[in-house]
């Protein structure tokens, strides 16, 4: 067996800091846990690792006592000289086989005690001449609580040999020599055999009120005192204290309670393995995880230990189902050099024969990772150290687990939300909005709305659509038409639409209220938008408008009437002309043309409006042209081929006519699919895309 006192942890007490392996310098070194087997300590953020404390026999040979000269014994006094024997009082957690932390600056080499439940029947079998042992399971704490048990016996001299010597020497030495003595037999099982603790030697040390504190694994110990040999029957004699690997809730307790950065920590990750064996082993669990060698020789294993460490990060306290980890391992990719089930096997498999990396959960097939294991991905992450396999928990493990909790799966769905919304509001408060849709995808409420908002300010699309639908809803179109405009710059259709409608009437509502209140451009304008859409009622604001003063409306009332072939349109018209308005002109032309005999006017008018920038002035020109039947061909054509260049159906469609008309029936055929596809009406019926009611083709320049 290897040195027991490698693991252990335990209680409460101020300790002098003396001699030259003192470790706390004339103060108080609480409470520790763990021993010489290295353990993990996490303080302020950092994991530090406990390092191997030196069993017996590895010490260098020069630091032991040479018997056969008398030279001092290197373990708390000679063993001839009881008198120079250590007091209890003065023994240092490392001088009894507790292993010291990676050193830490203002922490202490060994990390404080927490007291333990079975201290006080230690210390009443402490009380009593004989054997005593400590027993548990490998790093549960066993050398550190019977360090701590130890301090109870006032007035004794404490003597610690090494493994393998003879402990004849020491009953002989005390052999006359009155006194309270302690014999310290940390892993009893390297101070049995030749020369060691029998029953022979067990009784007369007794007799002479020697107390002999062993630790032994509880396996082991219930193995050999069943044997009838003396070393059996030594230890059928012997007063037991068990320490159990769990620790119970009071010493749980105890453990957050204590003030010591490294205590909270252990009080939440050290899990059903115990704090003990947290502290002791867990920076060399961390380490097998991470090491390079681990990526080459089990890399989906590696991938599958950082899924399970992220479950925990996540707010998943328990173990999880199979399927679900590897779900929650696919996230962080595939590695075809280890399957699944080969990944699941090394990582479960039990490592210093305390755990694996994956600790099996109460349910079959069901994992969680092993504590320390979070703990120190959770200090790297607190440090901003990033390492490629320490980065964030990726956002599709947040929506994985968020809808698996809403799917039924046996996962806390308020403890993973709470700890996503901590890990994601940096980036949400810096704004990114694919991220607060995802999110708002699985919340509700005020919290939804305003993750939603908050990306639709920041250009989602359809973030911006759901929000001003919410507008709209509540009554405030107002508000929605900004958002309809991101979601329609975003490329939304619908969007596009519902903001020129909601434009519109918005547009109406404004315009009515200045037109009422006698503003006669608002008239004029309002006049405008209702002629567009066909309302009757345009003809009243256009004549509020007029008779406000506003001689700008002159144009579009002429317009007006002459959609109603009323005769008053040209007095109009000419007013609006008369002011150098493009579009009366224009429109003035198009009036004399269809009620004819006025085509010199009407020429003379179109070209005045090309001149002035009128943008239907070069087709209804070349349409007149082609009309009259004098123009110049080329003049027309070139008039018709400008416009239709720019996207005029109307000016292909007369294309079309003008080349048939000369007999060039192919230029007409393309000239009029082309006017068809810029959806030209007649056009598109010439072609029976459309339905022919009764009646000829028009045979009058339109506006």
Known sequence: ??????????????????????????????????????????????????????????????????????????????????????????????????????????????????????????????????????????????????????????????????????????????????????????????????????????????????????????????????????IGLALNQARTVEVPRKWSDAELERLKDLDDPRAYPAYMWSGEEGAASYFAIGHTMYDEWRRPGTKVEHPRGQLLVRAAVDLARCGVKGAVPTELLRQVQEQYGTEERESFEDALTWATTRMFGVSGLLVAGEEHRTWRAYGALVAGAEALRAEDLRAEDLEPVPDAVWWLLLDAAEGGARIDREAVLDAARAALRPRIEAGEPDLMVALAERVGGEERADLIRRAAEAGHREAAEEWAAHLVDAGDEAAAIRYLEIAAQGGSVEAAREAGRLHRERAEALLRTAAEAGDGAAAHELGDLLLGYGRGDAFRWFVRAVRAGHEEAATSLGRALYYRNSPDAEFWLRRGAALGDAHAVHSLAAYLHRVGDHDEEAERLFREAKEAGHPAASRSLGALLLRMGNGPWDEVTRLLQEDAAQGSGDAAYWLSLHHRKRGDTDEADKWLHRAAELDHYFAMRALGLLPVPPGDQPDTVDE
């Open 1 to 230: 067996m290897g040195r027991e006192s490698d693991e252990e942890t335990g209680g409460k007490r101020s300790v002098e800091a003396t001699g030259s392996r003192s470790i706390a310098a004339g103060g108080n070194i609480g409470n520790a846990y763990t021993g010489n087997a290295t353990g993990i300590v996490i303080q302020a953020g950092h994991i530090g690792h406990l390092s191997q404390g030196p069993s017996a026999d590895e010490r260098p040979a020069a630091a032991r006592e040479d018997r056969a000269t008398g030279a001092e014994h290197d373990r708390h006094g000679s063993v001839l000289d009881p008198a120079a024997w250590q007091p209890v009082g003065e023994v240092e957690p490392l001088e009894f086989g507790v292993g010291p932390t990676r050193r830490i600056p203002g922490q202490p080499e060994v990390p404080p005690y927490v007291p333990r439940d079975c201290d006080d029947a230690l210390r009443a079998e402490l009380a009593h001449s004989g054997l005593v042992l400590v027993l548990g399971e490998r790093y549960v704490g066993k050398s550190y609580t019977a360090w701590h048990g130890v301090r109870s016996l006032e007035g004794y001299r404490l003597y610690a040999p090494d493994p393998g010597e003879d402990l004849r020497e020491v009953l002989a030495a005390l052999k006359g020599v009155p006194g309270k003595y302690v014999v310290w037999l940390d892993e009893l099982t390297d101070h049995l055999g030749e020369g060691g603790l029998d029953r022979r030697l067990l009784g007369p040390l007794a007799r002479l009120g020697v107390v002999l504190l062993g630790t032994m694994r509880s396996e082991e110990y219930y193995q050999r005192r069943m044997m009838s040999d003396p």
